[in-house]
């Protein structure tokens, strides 16, 4: 059963346009979590985290959010490039175990 | 570039064999950790070592092992490999003892193919 999902395996946006990448969490216990982007034939890069203490996180171009009610977060990325374009991983740190969604594939269209 | 580099790149074996990944990590950094992912899954994570000790065990299969050696470097062996277990292996580093604010490095990955 899976702990972290994200429910839509891809998404296009237009280039200038706001991208929403949404995930789902089970665990009400979970307390810190973290955005991934990944390149074909590269590992995961670090993009942004929010911990459960807060609901909002900004880092430039990138926001996430977190809804603890719902065991929800999104990540915002505004305005969305061709650079964008990748793979993106949401995870939890839980007691140093580190759960990942399947993730959804973002494709930015010039 | 991460830092952190993981070999051999690419690796074809066969059913029942064993094999060993290998992953040097950032310099400075004292945790090792590894995932696995398999085709269109998302990142299963293996195993966690800090400064050589085992840490956290994840979805780590019985022949599966690792170990951190005192350079820090780490190796996963694999054995007895079946089918399933083609994937891409990631090796991720990271400074502290995977409290929650600590920023993992990834590898490029290890892609194993068993025939």
């Known amino acids: 059963d899976q702990q972290v999902k994200q429910n839509s395996p891809s998404l296009s946006v237009q280039e200038g346009r706001i991208s929403i990448l949404n995930c789902d969490y089970t665990?009400?216990?979970?307390?810190?979590f973290l955005w991934y982007k990944k390149y074909p034939a590269e590992g995961p890069t670090f993009l942004i985290s929010i911990s459960s203490i807060k609901d909002k996180n900004e880092d430039g171009r990138f926001t996430v959010f977190l809804n603890k009610s719902a065991k929800h977060l999104s990540l915002h990325i505004v305005p969305s490039q061709p650079g964008d374009s990748a793979v993106y991983f949401c995870?939890?740190?839980?007691?140093?175990?580190?759960?990942f969604g399947p993730g959804t594939r973002l494709s930015v269209l010039p | 570039d991460s830092g952190v580099t993981q070999t051999p790149k690419h690796l074809i074996t066969a059913t029942g064999q064993r094999v060993t990944l290998r992953c040097s990590p950032r310099?400075?950094?004292?945790?090792v950790y590894w995932y696995q992912q398999s085709l269109d899954q998302g990142l299963q994570f293996l195993i966690h070592y800090y400064n050589g000790e085992e840490r956290a065990k994840g979805n780590i299969l019985e022949r599966f092992s690792a170990q951190q050696f005192p350079d820090l470097h780490s190796e996963l062996n694999l054995s007895s490999l079946e089918l399933g277990d083609s994937a891409l292996y990631f090796c991720?580093?990271?400074?502290?003892?995977?409290?929650?604010?600590?920023?993992?490095?990834f590898g490029p990955g290890t892609r194993l193919t068993v025939l």
């Open positions: 310099s400075g950094d004292l945790s």
């Open positions: 995870a939890v740190n839980y007691g140093q175990n580190f759960v």
């Open positions: 665990n009400s216990m979970f307390d810190y």
């Open positions: 991720a580093s990271s400074v502290e003892n995977g409290s929650p604010t600590d920023t993992q490095y």
